[in-house]
């Protein structure tokens, strides 16, 4: 919904700043969104100025553009411009530009993603997808560095497969998420660990040891997991999410430049295309 009354400010900004952090989880919860917070705070504080001031610019910038107050204070509109503030902070030398950069970058993305939920219908919903394109054109501007080293550890990797999802690569803040997690959704939190630990797993069995320990197999099949457990559908559906994503990562790997959460984007994509198939052919009457 698009509205031009401009004078229509959220009931409660910091809740929905807050949500819109939790969001990046696909999940709506100010508790989930404050353990998110804080994960970036306590292990990554570089990052957390960039964090708020892209969540803030989104937020504005929907404010601004008259966007439907309810979709703004579900923190809709913000969680593309978090981590595009994190990916900009992360990648990009500090400078005077680097906030107006930010600032810009976070209301692009909430311009993109009303968009996209404006024509991208019920098979292309926007995910992170504003965000995958803004990073594309960040990490071109960006030199490459190369993944630091890190032990061999299970539980720490199952928790860098939820914390990388911010891109935090320290246990802790993926434990923080998780706890987040557990507060907003128990269910989609049980499932976004086994989302982490499959993709570790089959990271394993592929003979990429160092990117299962970094748990840079897990994020994009812990977000494919919590897309399709949030509503408690049934076991096959987040596994298939899982398995789709999985498959399509190493494609992404063809990329000059990372894939981010493109992978979990277009796994969603094809899965909501197959259970749309799967309904439509149900109501189908059959020819006896």
């Not at 990554?44 to 601004?64: F, W, Y």
């Not at 071109?140 to 860098?160: C, F, H, I, K």
């Not at 086994?194 to 320990?213: K, M, P, R």
């Not at 994503?245 to 493109?262: E, M, R, S, V, Y």
Request: charged fraction near 10%; proline fraction near 6%.
């Amino acid at each position: 919904m698009y509205t031009k009354n401009f004078v229509n400010p959220c009931p409660d900004w910091a809740t929905a700043l807050l949500n819109g952090f939790s969001q990046v989880l696909l999940l709506r919860n100010p508790l989930c969104g404050l353990c998110c917070l804080l994960a970036i705070l306590l292990t990554a504080p570089n990052l957390v100025g960039g964090a708020l001031l892209g969540a803030l610019a989104g937020l504005l910038t929907a404010q601004r553009r008259g966007y439907d107050r309810a979709d703004r204070q579900a923190g809709l509109y913000c969680y593309n411009g978090v981590l595009i503030g994190i990916l900009i902070s992360a990648v990009l030398p500090w400078s005077a530009i680097l906030p107006p950069l930010i600032i810009a970058a976070g209301g692009l993305s909430s311009m993109l993603t009303h968009q996209w939920r404006k024509r991208g219908g019920k098979l292309l919903v926007a995910y992170t997808a504003p965000f995958v394109l803004l990073g594309w054109a960040t990490l071109l501007l960006a030199e490459p560095s190369a993944n630091s080293y890190v032990e061999a550890d299970p539980v720490y990797a199952l928790l860098r497969g939820v914390g990388q999802i911010f891109l935090l690569d320290k246990p802790m803040a993926g434990l923080l998420i998780v706890i987040g997690m557990y507060f907003a959704n128990p269910y989609a939190a049980t499932w976004a660990l086994i989302g982490s630990a499959i993709g570790g797993g089959v990271a394993l069995l592929a003979g990429e040891a160092q990117g299962a320990w970094l748990g840079l197999y897990g994020f994009n099949a812990t977000l494919a997991a919590l897309a399709f457990s949030r509503q408690g559908e049934k076991p096959w559906v987040p596994l298939l999410a899982i398995a789709l994503a999985l498959l399509l990562q190493p494609l992404f790997k063809l990329l000059p430049i990372a894939g981010l959460t493109a992978p979990f984007v277009i796994a969603c994509w094809l899965l909501n295309l197959i259970m749309t198939l799967i309904k439509t052919s149900k109501r189908i009457p059959q020819i006896t």
